[in-house]
């Protein structure tokens, strides 16, 4: 793990985008039809510096709904998807989570961002902070990849911890073969999947590994829901990591329902090299 020195002397800069006036943040429109792209949004007409990791703040104004979300950098009508389909399940008018990606942003980019919803007419609110190195490697990683998103339904991909209370359930596949190496991982777990949810809880596997021969990767990680479907059961889990080209990641569960309308939860990855 020597690429993920402390680096504190590098000296870390900081500059806001997606700040509309003195505290909103940028609003994003969905597509005018359900699984489809809105328009580019900008959050930042040049960046200040050349920025080595970016913090996406996100927040629901509007009904809930499954969206993906990309950042894109490029002039306006020449945008080039910088992070693609970061999955959001929301909740009516609630924060919805911050995420820290590592990725190198030159000084002097346009950055903005689109929304694509599982409905029409809905609406999530974006800012994102821009760093100068600090507590991660000193120079910014490349375009992250995305794994286990459906951007034709805009989710992500299902997985049951089967109908026994407290057991883990049987591994699900979120990619066959990873495209490039990873050296960062952020992972999107939601337990928002039932109509109704209940006070359940999970502790959740990340594996690799061929079928059948899957060696956990991080054990148990925990999460919760109420049934007032409160925002913070939603995770971004980050992970410094050294995972090969060609990989195949799998995730498995354990919950306390064995309601099938409640237990299953969704996941995505996101990996950096």
Not at 229 to 246: S, T
């Amino acid at each position: 793990m020597g690429s993920w020195a402390l680096g504190f002397d590098y000296g870390t800069k900081a500059e806001a985008a997606g700040l509309a006036a003195s505290t909103d943040l940028v609003a994003l429109s969905g597509g005018s039809a359900n699984n489809t792209k809105g328009a580019w949004t900008q959050l930042l007409a040049a960046t200040a510096f050349d920025a080595h990791a970016m913090l996406l703040v996100f927040n629901d104004p509007d009904a809930s709904f499954n969206g993906l979300v990309d950042i894109g950098i490029g002039s306006a009508g020449s945008e080039r998807v910088l992070l693609p389909d970061l999955y959001l399940r929301t909740e009516t008018n609630k924060f919805v989570g911050r995420l820290m990606v590592p990725v190198a942003i030159p000084a002097g980019t346009r950055l903005s961002a689109r929304l694509q919803a599982d409905s029409t007419v809905r609406v999530i609110d974006v800012g994102a902070t821009l760093f100068a190195r600090g507590f991660l490697p000193p120079y910014g990683l490349q375009r992250g990849e995305v794994y286990g998103v459906f951007v034709s339904s805009t989710s992500a991909t299902s997985v049951d911890p089967g109908g026994t209370a407290n057991t883990k359930g049987a591994w699900t596949q979120i990619v066959a073969s990873t495209s490039r190496p990873i050296r960062y991982l952020i992972a999107f777990i939601s337990p928002h999947d039932g109509a109704q949810l209940q006070d359940n809880g999970w502790l959740i596997d990340l594996g690799i590994g061929a079928s059948g021969q899957e060696k956990v990767l991080l054990p148990n990680i925990p999460s919760t829901s109420d049934n007032a479907d409160e925002p913070e059961h939603q995770q971004y889990l980050c992970l410094p990591c050294h995972i090969p080209a060609g990989t195949r990641i799998a995730c498995r569960a354990q919950s306390t329902s064995t309601d099938a309308s409640d237990r299953i939860i969704r996941v995505a990855l996101y990996g950096f090299g």
